[in-house]
């Protein structure tokens, strides 16, 4: 689990990358790579408030262990205290 100040999506990754999506930690937030049609779905989540998974690794990597949850939920007072 990793606490940040800020998300960046970046949809530029390409498919042929290899990697299903990439996330990195920037100065005191989180940067994910994504592909064009994984930033088109994740819109559409928040548009509609929904959960949304984003897997991070390569393609080719039998283990993934590497996810970035978007979640939303009922009270937020104790989600983001501090």
Avoid: H, P
Avoid at 17 to 27: C, D, H, N, P, Y
């Amino acid at each position: 689990v990793t606490g940040a100040s800020f998300v960046v999506f970046n949809g530029a990754l390409k498919t042929s990358s290899g990697f299903l999506a990439k996330s990195s930690i920037v100065e005191d937030g989180l940067m994910v790579q994504i592909t064009r049609e994984t930033m088109e779905s994740l819109r559409q989540a928040l548009r509609d408030k929904k959960d949304f998974k984003i897997t991070c690794g390569k393609v080719d990597a039998g283990d993934v262990k590497e996810y970035v949850d978007i979640c939303w939920v009922e009270n937020e007072e104790k989600t983001n205290i501090g």
